[in-house]
Each structure stands twice: as structure tokens, then as C-alpha cells.
């Protein structure tokens, strides 16, 4: 008998798709919680905001759970369309493909517009999940860098043109920003596509947090911009707007037919995305027009609140974030991994901790980001406060251990 | 103002993403249908049987709709260890991945097994969405031949040894197999599995249908050979054991720990699969130890129906189907799509019509299957009696045109 084995190896892809960056404190956050720890969680996206009743209400299943259409139910389709209408994105139909979740729409979208091999340009720091799509994919993401001092701005087009070598097919942008709450104006935007467009490169724009701008900014899409009906490709996600991220429910919209054509063919490998909850988003017809104004006005008072509480920490850097959920901040204490493991395993006020999630992880540049963290204003005002208070504790005990 | 544009071209992965197979003949069979005539749907595997009630019942939304853990709750981890345990297959929950459905086991076992450029080893005709996950990961399928004479019967070991080449890297299969409907034995599947590790391949076996299985057969996983822990990979959906197919929820079952690492960070990458389902799934732990005994009786009495039905029009040719829910048939119409669009588009009897799956989208290699059709057995006895009639006097009618 021949026992002769050769350990099959996994590819080489696979072990190119890294562990998400924001989970990297999980096991330290498991532990502390074991031992009786609360921790104020600055370091997800999930939101704390109920999923609208009209949506939730829905949720119930047919007799027969079946598939629906690969790029999503005529119903579903239309309320995005409606949607996007309200923006003042006229898309018909076939320029819309429901995926599951804003995910599968980034995945897709990379897939479609580059080769095992291609490069995509991107600005670090960046929504980390996307390394994970590339990896998979064999894009190799090139980092145009921003930087805190400036409130990460985007970098202008001619950084972009220079940065285009002979494998580039695509640019990435994520506005509002993940993580970095930057918010870029459709000039700027106009800008990069330009390049894009004079180049031959797709423009993909990541626009999950779309509504959540502060300070009198109005919610709009890149699709609105005229001439870049071939350029640019939009991945959208129902997560953040409606707090429904276990839904699992985004798009593709998108004016180039190929791109449609191709994600839909995609998408028909994967047959169905979940049809329960494509029923349950056609509740957002119901909405009332100011759904979004109360939630963003919540989000606005939160971020306030800690953009106040940590500037009064000496030492700590960081500038008004303009959109999303999230901010990155340079924060005093060196080496942010090392200091935010000791948040979570070592240091409590009152038995309760504060988790952050660590920026280098958002950051492609290996070094950077070293002395920052990502911060999520997902929690309520008193919980808020608290974290604060915890980590302006946390910053002066490790500082002067 | 520089106006110039260079359209961007989609990537060559996504041009070779092809088309569904099954959905073919979409477009004609929606034109017949507003034309007012029905359909007897031969060509689709939705099944027609209820989604267990202790199941639909769970399907409500918690106030919050939240993500879950990239590799699925514990709770849903836990019914899957039990169900597997039921097998006589012993797995820790860290050999067990949640996945959105059937399709994204095969996608992320396929990503994690090869890399661009390689090789995998299929027998053809073959589940035909596998061709898109294939295309995604810029993998080449090698097709071994099965033919219906001998009911589709697996290659032995040698056939699969002399396939290989520099770059297989992988070998895969579907037991109960769609579309050919034959079950495979544990000794047929362990002569590949030896060659396979012998090879330093691995194995992905698609055991979606493992309860379907007619004449007194026995379900089982080739998770219960043993010495082949690093070799098999198992991707598995509930979608059709539960009649569940919108829920989307399926697992990566393999005692190999870097595939299941692998394919865990691609899960990270995408987040959660969807959470409302994940909850719903868990009502399994509620269904009676018969509970796929009925079922699968149902299936044997249509399948027999359709077997006695089908041997009895002149020139049809097919072998008594073993498992799942499809077989395929050789009929005498010279060309399958021809006869499939005509029977959809221009034959009725009674205003009713048969929609049939043409067999080449199941295979790879041009020109095989020409003859052939794909036919499940998801409708009820009389439905597939009609079905059968009208069948009978299209290839009829398709003859002496």
C-alpha cells in the first residue's frame, strides 16, 4: 500500500488575504469581558440605531424560501432606483445590481475592472476589508498617502497621474471616508475621474456612508457627476444608512454596461442574494423624507462630543471629521497596538475599558499609522463621555508607567 | 480642456465569467408566458417542498439588525457540528465555516485551493456555476468525461491520475452530482482521494444533495473516509436539504486547518453572511430524525414517474438516476437548444409547454452534450405526468417538422 503523502499547499491568494485589521484585538477584548470587564467599543461600525420598524416588519418567510433573480428582485430594484431618484441619479433598471452586502458589490466591482497581476491605486489610510478583495482577486493595491495634519485630504489629481504605471486599471475612493471621516467635494472627486477617465482606469467610489455628513453638507452621489458614464462604478451597501448591516443588502450602480453585464454574470454564480431581506428593504418606500436628518443630527452630536473630549487630551491630533462614523486620530502613546492591547487587557476605571482599533492596519505602507488609532462615535452620548474619560486615564497611566 | 477618452476595459476574469446555463432560455420562456401559456418548469432546481415551519417561524428581525461573526454565530456553528455528528462525522466548530450559501463554499474553497493560473481537475457534465467561480479565480478546469451510457459513472483513479498535470492543483466533485443525478460510493470516491493525496492535490467534493439518495442508500459525507483530513474539502448548503434556497446560507466543512484559516479571512473580508437566517437555521435542532425520509420518497416517486415516463418515448436514453434531483437524459432532437428554444417559444399543448435545461452549459468541452437535456423532478406527480405527455409530443412534433 502507498502512504506516500504530499500535503496539499493552499494558494498562494489565500495566503495573501490578511485577518481584518479591526478584529485584531478580539481575543485580548473576549478575555476582559470573561473576567467581568465592560469596554466601550470605539473600534466597530456597528451602529446603534434601531433598523426602521418598516424594514424590521417584514422579516417574515414565504412557504417556501426561494431564490430570487441573481441581480436582485424587480421590487428591490426599484426602491433603489427610487432611491437614487431622490438624489437626483436618474439609473434605470439595468444599471443597478443588488448584491450581498456593500461587500460583494467592492468584490465584484474589483473583479470586474482588474486582473490577477493589476494595480489599483488607492489613498491609505483605507477601509481594510478592501486588501481582503484585492487579495483574492491578485490586484495589488499602490497607497497614495494622507496624512492627519491636513484632516485627510485627497491627495490632487496630478498625485494621481503620477502614481499610474503600466499594470494600473483602477482608482478607489471611499467617500465619506472609511476611516478617516474625510469628505471630498465633487470637484475633488471631478478631479481624480478626469485622470481616470483620460487614462482608461475605472473609478470605483465606495459610497456606504453617503448620508452621514455633518455640518450643513448634502448627501450626493459621484453618479452624479456628467461625462464619466463609462469611469466610474459605484458600490453602495444598505448596512449604515438603515442599520441593518446583517442584512446583507448593497449594489452595484453603475452607467458602463460592461461592468453591469459582468458583476451581473457574477452574480448569477452565486445564484440569489437573501430574500427575505430584499422584501423587508422594499420598507423603505415608507420612510419619511427626514428618516435620514434625525439619525445623521445624532451622529453630528456624538461626533462633537468626542472631537471636544479628545482635543482636550494633551497630545492628541486629529481634525473636524466631516462624514462617516469614524475618525482617525494620532494619539499620544507611540506604539497604538501595543497601547491599545494594554487598554484591553490590562488597564480598567470603574471596571470598564476602551477597546480602538489600531490604524496600521488601515494603512497598506508598513510603519504608518503607528502612533494612530481608528475611532467609531457608534455609541450613546453617556457611554461616549465615559470612553473618553477612560482613555484620557489610559493615555497618562501608560504614558507614566 | 483635455476632452480625451480611453473607455476602460473590464478585466479578461470577468469576460470569462460566462453566463448562467440554466438561464438560457429565460428571456424565451417570459416571453411565452405573457403570451399566457404555462410552463412546466423541468429546467430549475427550486424545489417545491415547504421550508420546515420550525424554521420559517424564527424569521423575525431583533430591533437591531446585526452583523454576526465572519464564520457564523456559535449557535448556528453548533446545529451544523450536530447535524454533521448525526453522519457518524466528528468536527470541532473550527473545522467548520458558515458561508452565504452553497456558492460561496465552492468560491472560497476554489480561491483558497488555487491560484491564477492553475489547474483543477472536474468531470463534465458538472455543476455549471462552478465555470463562474473558476473564471473569478482565473483557475482552468480539466474536464474528465462522464457519459450517460454507463449512468454517468465517476473515472477510476487511473483516468484522474493521467489528468494531472504541473499545475493541478486541485481535483473536485459533487456527490449526489448535479446535474447527472448518479451517487458515488465511498470506495469510488477514496480510489480519487488517494490519488489525490498521493498527488498533493486537494479534494473538493460538493455534497449539497447528500441526502437525495434513492434505493435503499445511505447518506454519508466523504468527510467520514479516513487518512484524508488534509486532503478534503467539503462545501456544503442548506438550501436544498431544508428547501431553503433564499436563505443563503451554507458551510466549508474540512479537518485541513490552513483552508479553513484561509477561507476564514476571505469570510472576514465579506463580514457576516446574513444574521435573521443564521437564527432561522438553528430551528433544525426542532425536526423530527425522519424528517428527509419523506422527502426523499417524494423525490424517489418522481424521479420513478419520470424514469418510467422518459424510457418510454423512442429514442430517449438514460440510465435509472441514483440521487439528487436531475439527471440527464440523451433525446432524440439531434440539437438540445434548438429543441429546448422551439419547445419554450413555438410548442404548446393545451397552452402549456416543458422547459428543459440543454446539456452542453454542463459541459466544457465543445460539442459534447449536443443531444442531451438536463430535467429535475421539482414539480408534483401530475404536473410531471403533464410534463412527460407534452414532451412526448414535442420530440414528436420536432421529428416530423
Known amino acids: 500500500m502507498t502512504t506516500a503523502t504530499t500535503k496539499p499547499a493552499i494558494s498562494r491568494r489565500a495566503l495573501n488575504v490578511p485577518h481584518s485589521a479591526i478584529r485584531l484585538l478580539?481575543?485580548?477584548?473576549?478575555?476582559?469581558?470573561?473576567r467581568g470587564v465592560r469596554i466601550y467599543h470605539l473600534n466597530i461600525g456597528q451602529p446603534d440605531i434601531e433598523t426602521p420598524e418598516c424594514i424590521r416588519?417584514?422579516?417574515?418567510?414565504?412557504?417556501?424560501?426561494?431564490?430570487?433573480?441573481?441581480?436582485?428582485?424587480?421590487?428591490?430594484?426599484?426602491?433603489?432606483?427610487?432611491?437614487?431618484?431622490?438624489l437626483g441619479v436618474a439609473l434605470e433598471h439595468g444599471q443597478l445590481m443588488m448584491t450581498t452586502g456593500g461587500s460583494e458589490a467592492l468584490l465584484f466591482a474589483m473583479l470586474a475592472c482588474g486582473d490577477d497581476g493589476d494595480e489599483a491605486l488607492i489613498v491609505e489610510p483605507m477601509y481594510a476589508n478592501v486588501r481582503n478583495f484585492a487579495a483574492i482577486g491578485g490586484i495589488t493595491l499602490r497607497p497614495l498617502?494622507?496624512?492627519?495634519?491636513?484632516?485627510?485630504?485627497?491627495?490632487?489629481?496630478?498625485?494621481?497621474?503620477?502614481?499610474?504605471?503600466?499594470?494600473?486599471?483602477?482608482?478607489?475612493?471611499?467617500?465619506?471616508?472609511?476611516?478617516?471621516?474625510?469628505?471630498?467635494?465633487p470637484e475633488e472627486i471631478r478631479?481624480?475621474?478626469?485622470?481616470?477617465?483620460?487614462?482608461?482606469?475605472?473609478?470605483?467610489?465606495?459610497?456606504?456612508?453617503?448620508?452621514f455628513v455633518y455640518d450643513g453638507r448634502k448627501p450626493w452621489s459621484s453618479l452624479s457627476l456628467e461625462g464619466f458614464d463609462d469611469t466610474i462604478v459605484v458600490a453602495d451597501s444598505v448596512s449604515k444608512r438603515y442599520s441593518a448591516c446583517g442584512m446583507r443588502l448593497g449594489c452595484i450602480a453603475t452607467r458602463n454596461a460592461d461592468v453591469i453585464a459582468a458583476t451581473g454574470r457574477m452574480a448569477e454564480g452565486r445564484l440569489s442574494s437573501p430574500t427575505i431581506e430584499q422584501r423587508m428593504l422594499e420598507g423603505i418606500a415608507e420612510l419619511p423624507a427626514d428618516y435620514m436628518r434625525g439619525i445623521v443630527a445624532e451622529y453630528g452630536k456624538r461626533r462633537?462630543?468626542?472631537?471636544?473630549?479628545?482635543t482636550s487630551i494633551p497630545g492628541v491630533e486629529l481634525q473636524l471629521p466631516q462624514g462617516a462614523f469614524y475618525f482617525i486620530a494620532r494619539l499620544p502613546v507611540g506604539d497604538s497596538l501595543a497601547f491599545s492591547r494594554w487598554l484591553v487587557s490590562?488597564?480598567?476605571?470603574?471596571?470598564?475599558?476602551?477597546?480602538?482599533?489600531?490604524?496600521?492596519?488601515?494603512?497598506?505602507?508598513?510603519?504608518?499609522?503607528r502612533d494612530e488609532a481608528r475611532i467609531a462615535y457608534v455609541l450613546v452620548e453617556n457611554d461616549l463621555r465615559n470612553a473618553i474619560e477612560i482613555?484620557?486615564?489610559?493615555?497618562e497611566a501608560w504614558n507614566s508607567r
Open 304 to 310: 462633537d462630543i468626542l472631537f471636544e473630549g479628545l
Open 57 to 86: 416588519r417584514r422579516a417574515s418567510a414565504d412557504r417556501i424560501v426561494a431564490y430570487t433573480p441573481a441581480r436582485g428582485t424587480e421590487a428591490v430594484r426599484s426602491v433603489m432606483r427610487d432611491y437614487y431618484r431622490g
Open 346 to 369: 490590562t488597564f480598567e476605571v470603574d471596571g470598564a475599558t476602551v477597546m480602538l482599533a489600531p490604524a496600521p492596519g488601515f494603512y497598506l505602507t508598513p510603519g504608518l499609522g
Open 191 to 211: 478631479g481624480i475621474a478626469e485622470v481616470c477617465r483620460r487614462r482608461g482606469l475605472f473609478l470605483i467610489v465606495d459610497e456606504v456612508y453617503r448620508e
Open 391 to 395: 482613555l484620557r486615564k489610559g493615555i
Open 145 to 185: 498617502r494622507t496624512h492627519v495634519e491636513d484632516g485627510f485630504k485627497l491627495p490632487p489629481p496630478e498625485a494621481w497621474e503620477r502614481a499610474i504605471t503600466d499594470r494600473t486599471r483602477f482608482a478607489m475612493l471611499c467617500n465619506p471616508n472609511n476611516p478617516t471621516g474625510t469628505v471630498s467635494t
Open 26 to 34: 478580539e481575543g485580548d477584548a473576549n478575555t476582559a469581558k470573561a
